[in-house]
């Protein structure tokens, strides 16, 4: 069964700082992967996906996540953290073996934010 | 900028009793899902919907849920008789087609707690 793992429940990182969040998934096909964030108050809010292709992509915010099939990881990264960034992540893939698209999560990064 | 939109935000409720957590997905949108998270832990998928029916559910989804799509524009999820485990926060999401490739697009949550 496909899996999602976040390995960091929580990271501290001070604003204008590179950012890095870990995401290792066990999936056997090329998988559809997902980042999300949700701020407080907010839903989940898509930052960027990969299907195929360069496997470095570009989201919103600034964000960029490269798929590496070799280590089955999915990080996601920022060059300069800003203090709005401090928010929950959360990685997801999608599932195949359905009827329907569902996602699978994992467990979540919590990011803050120091000034 | 079209959203997923849920109501309420928080429900308490006294265990036994029945609830009903309210969404209105994007409007061209033909495909509903519930993701339900318990504290701490990863966000769950539930269920799908379209075409009115049920396209695929969870071991969560027991006989005590059901969905519905009452009008052109609202999709409920009623918990008939609720538990302390299912104190939870509730998302709804909804997407265009349906694809693995698709976004799926979340609303802020109701976070329910069963007293």
């Known amino acids: 069964a496909q899996s999602v793992t976040q390995p960091d429940i929580h990271i501290t990182v001070s604003e204008g700082a590179s950012l890095e969040l870990r995401c290792n998934y066990s999936?056997?096909?090329?998988?559809?992967l997902f980042w999300y964030v949700q701020s407080p108050g907010q839903g989940l809010q898509l930052l960027l996906k990969y299907f195929s292709g360069d496997t470095l992509v570009q989201g919103i915010k600034g964000f960029e996540a490269e798929f590496k099939r070799s280590q089955s990881s999915f990080n996601l990264r920022k060059p300069s953290v800003h203090w709005s960034d401090a928010a929950e992540y959360f990685c997801a893939v999608t599932s195949y073996g359905g009827a329907t698209n569902k996602l699978i999560f994992g467990t979540g990064t919590l990011l803050a934010v120091q000034p | 900028e079209p959203e997923v939109t849920q109501t309420p935000s928080h429900q308490v409720t006294q265990m036994g009793q029945e609830v009903i957590l309210r969404c209105v997905p994007i409007?061209?949108?033909?495909?509903f899902y519930w993701y339900r998270q318990i504290l701490g832990q990863k966000v769950e998928f539930l269920v799908s919907?379209?075409?009115?029916?049920?396209?695929?559910k969870s071991e969560i989804f027991d006989d005590q849920f059901s969905v519905e799509r009452p009008d052109g524009s609202n999709f409920t999820l009623k918990i008939r008789s609720t538990k302390l485990e299912d104190s939870a926060m509730y998302f709804c999401?909804?997407?265009?087609?349906?694809?693995?490739?698709?976004?799926?697009?979340f609303g802020p949550g109701t976070r329910l707690t069963v007293l």
């Open positions: 999401a909804s997407s265009r087609t349906g694809g693995f490739e698709d976004t799926q697009y």
């Open positions: 409007s061209n949108h033909l495909y």
């Open positions: 999936y056997g096909a090329t998988p559809y």
């Open positions: 919907f379209y075409n009115n029916e049920i396209s695929e």
